[in-house]
């Protein structure tokens, strides 16, 4: 017969008092084979001490606590009963405080609620059994997937701190966004000057292994203890073997629109991913190839000398055990032919802001001189702000850097060409800190003009092709309207959930709000997602700049260094989901259920075996199987009857 130590905290009179306390004593105190003690706070030395004597002297072989939350105090109980040689598990807690008379502030109707919940709990102790607490091996190894500025960070920190890391980018070359940039705000820094030299220190260091043009396909397992697929794609070249010769390159015969440069200039099908890319050798685009199209063409591998051009390369899986995840995959920049459809045609002088950087790059289509398609510089250039951006059409939220790369750009054009009438649209100015005034201030005194104008549904500013020139109307504050031509257009538009975003949420087992990947806490835990060790920096969970995409990517680190250490054992659940072979009819619904692939079908004997190792005891395949074969220790349908009908009793 089962000894129930039954112990009844007052919470220092918040529960004692808003109760008739002594008749919840007395309902326990009847209920047989039980130990009724109470305390003011059973949860102190003093009230752990008198239960930790009872399970020392054999006058209890579990207990149940009339208390508070789990939450709160599970693993105080279970230190007690770990001191006093008891399973932890043999240990039920009743929360009476926050589901009692928080809930039921009448204390007759807690009093009566609190009794029904005791009688509960004390039914289902009865029944509980001991479970066996395993331990595994933390895997200190991380895997980063996204290679721009701030992955490269979090490598290159890891790395340093003695851990193997896996650098994930699914483009061919490793770098992000910055690449793409001539400067960085508000320094006007080289921006590809900032990245080579940690590009180079990252493909030099052993402790990392680069997997470029890779995607994630599947992932098993938990923080601490991660099975990730990955989806290699092809490059047709050997990265070692490549010496950047560029013969293949000059030899290729098939040409196409260079997206990189915003499809504003070609390149050819084996081609460099971008100038100065990492791993410092050329990719083909296969779908720019001829012989994507059936043709047996091999003039980029006839012209290698090198063997470094391998034209039999297929897509081809890699598997890579972890312990823990960083994702800096990025968000999209959002594209403003959604705002200005017939506008973005390739013909017309309206740009997106990303490609006007690249006509202010020295690696972009016009070697950094800032021209119009005929080749002419512009007289005057417009900059519209919030395209797209603060309107429920569009993007509800504002990205906070559109202002302040549109005012770099706003620089650029007045540093290419001093006589250019440069034009800020805007509605309001988002820019914090000195330096950003500073720069306001400059442009200003250098004859950038700045015009505020009001915001409707559809944007600040309406654009009209006008012959050679777009004409840019609107409203200003004052509610006249305005209207100028501009020889050119430049669009700033803010950062969008990246596509990408969805499948590691279902992947990872996340949560997403409006498309963007949802942190744990924005305030204490904000480079934390809600699954245990995988961790978000960087505009993968909201729009931010290069600067807070790197500190928190330091920030990262220092969560997995601290907490995921080498040589530490990780606890697994006890509480898993079992099989009970003799009723299991291999109908594989639990297979399908499972966010952790715990469960795997056994071919030969036709049933479900779940990995304990993988399960995370949330119930759902016992929920969703149809034999009843699947139950969960400590919540066996024999354990939540009683439960039930001690309500009821």
Known sequence: MAKIGVYICKCGGTIADATRFDEIVKAAQAIPDTVVKTDDLFCGADGQDIIGKDIKAGLIDRFVTIACSPKMHSQTFGKVCQAGGLNPYMLHMVNIREQGIWMTPDPDQATEKIIRML?????????????????????????????????????????????????????????????????????????????????????????????????????????????????????????????????????????????????????????????????????????????????NCTKCKDACGFDAVDLEQKPHEVEVKVGTVILATGADVYDPRKVYPGLMDGKTEVYSGMD???????????????????????????????????????????????????????????????????????????????????????????????????????????????????????????????????DMVVLATGFAPSADALDLVKQFSLTQHGGFITVEHEKIRAVCSTSEGVYLVGTLNGPKDITASVTEAKAAVGEILSTYVAGR???????????????????????????????????????????????????????????????SKNFTSEQIVSEIKGVLS
Not at 457 to 462: Q, R
Not at 605 to 621: A, D, H, Q, R
């Open 119 to 295: 009688k509960a709990g004390v039914a289902r102790a009865r029944l509980l059994q001991p479970l066996e607490q395993k331990e595994i091996e933390i895997n200190p190894d991380v895997m980063v997937v996204g290679g721009g500025i701030a992955g490269v960070e979090a490598s290159l920190a890891l790395a340093k701190a003695g851990r193997k890391v896996y650098l994930v980018e699914k483009q061919a070359g490793f770098g992000g966004i910055i690449p793409k940039l001539e400067h960085t705000y508000p320094s006007n820094e080289c921006a590809p000057c900032i990245l080579a030299p940690r590009a180079k220190e990252f493909m030099d260091c052993e402790s990392i292994v680069p997997l470029n043009a890779c995607t994630v396909k599947s992932v098993i397992g938990f923080g601490g203890n991660f099975t990730i697929t990955l989806q290699q794609r092809p490059t047709f070249v050997i990265p070692k073997n490549c010496i950047s010769c560029m013969m293949c390159i000059e030899d290729c015969p098939a040409t196409g629109l260079n997206a990189y440069n915003g499809n504003m200039n070609t390149r050819k099908a084996m081609d460099f991913y971008f100038p100065g890319c990492v791993p410092k050798a050329p990719s083909i685009e296969w779908d720019m190839c001829v012989r994507s199209k059936g043709e």
């Open 356 to 486: 006007f950087e690249r006509i202010t790059s020295t690696t972009g289509p016009t070697q950094g001189k800032i021209v119009k398609r005929d080749g002419q510089p512009p007289k005057s250039v417009a900059i519209i702000h919030c395209v797209g951006s603060r309107t429920e059409k569009h993007l509800p939220y504002c990205s906070g850097v559109c202002c302040k790369y549109a005012l770099k750009l706003a620089h650029s054009v007045k540093h290419a060409i001093p006589d250019c009438e440069v034009t800020h649209i805007f509605y309001d100015l988002c820019l914090e800190g000195e330096k950003f005034q500073k720069q306001v201030n400059e442009l200003k005194h250098e004859g950038v003009r700045f015009w505020n104008w009001h915001m409707d549904e559809n944007g600040i500013a309406d654009l009209k092709r006008n012959g050679d020139k777009v004409t840019v109307s609107g409203k200003g504050m004052d509610g006249l309207a305005s209207s100028f031509d501009a």
């Open 569 to 631: 054992k990780l606890k697994l659940e006890p509480m898993v989901a079992a099989v009970d072979p003799d009723i299991c009819c291999g109908c594989k619904t639990c297979v399908s259920m499972c966010p952790y692939n715990a469960p795997t079908y056994d071919e030969k004997g036709n049933v479900v075996v779940v990995s304990e190792v993988l399960c995370k005891g949330c119930g759902t395949c016992v929920a969703a199987c149809p034999s009843g074969a699947m139950t």
